[in-house]
């Protein structure tokens, strides 16, 4: 029997005041956790699809047994542990086959773009999903142990760390489209202006 992929979604609960600081200071913190949870709500949405199994790798730990409403107690949870983001990302990763992983701070994420990833991964060892930021809101694997040693020596939370991932993987990377993350005030107004011009058919 073929084993389903995985798709880890790398995730921070939810609280007022405790993350999204950035978003936070440009529309204050009770607004900034409303956005948050409608990115958690919208990315859990998105990822859950029979193809693959769907893995919640939480911070703080203890959110692997708390009650938090937008994450469904269906959906298995995992805690990060310590280290810094390329630590808790080549952990999350490590040991697993044919796996995805992603964060909750794109509102862009579908069920057929994480399809077209895994999809990627039948002519090319990795698959990168870009962000404008210069991070990414997606990194496909089809080891990932291989993926887990591309994760030091990385700028992370700079408009670096895509590129500098990209060039740690050193083998054949296909690339995704480019999408947008909602971290500062300016993102949110860009993803809102999108939908807009969306909506009217423009």
Not at 86 to 95: D, F, H, I, K, T
Not at 127 to 147: I, Q, T
Request: a positive charge; hydrophobic letters at 50%; glycine letters at 8%.
């Amino acid at each position: 029997m073929i084993e389903r992929p995985t798709l880890i979604i790398m995730a921070k609960a939810p609280r007022v005041g405790v993350g999204k600081q950035r978003l936070a200071r440009d529309i204050g913190k009770t607004e900034a956790w409303r956005i948050n949870r409608g990115l958690h709500a919208a990315t859990l949405r998105a990822a859950r699809d029979a193809r693959w199994r769907t893995l919640l790798c939480v911070t703080p730990d203890r959110a692997v047994s708390e009650v938090i409403s937008v994450w469904p107690p269906s959906v298995a949870r995992v805690a990060q542990g310590g280290g810094d983001l390329g630590v808790r990302l080549a952990r999350a990763m490590a040991g697993r086959r044919t796996v995805a992983v992603v964060g909750t701070d794109c509102p862009e994420i579908s069920v057929a773009l994480i399809a077209v990833a895994f999809a990627a991964l039948k002519r090319a060892p990795f698959a990168l999903g870009p962000a404008h930021d210069g991070g990414f809101w997606l990194l496909a694997a089809r080891s990932g142990d291989r993926a887990a040693r591309a994760m030091t020596d990385v700028r992370w939370s700079t408009q670096h760390a895509a590129a500098d991932v990209y060039a740690n993987l050193g083998a054949e990377v296909a690339i995704l489209p480019t999408l947008r993350d909602i971290d500062t005030g300016a993102d949110l107004r860009a993803v809102q202006r999108s939908a807009r011009r969306l909506s009217r058919g423009v």
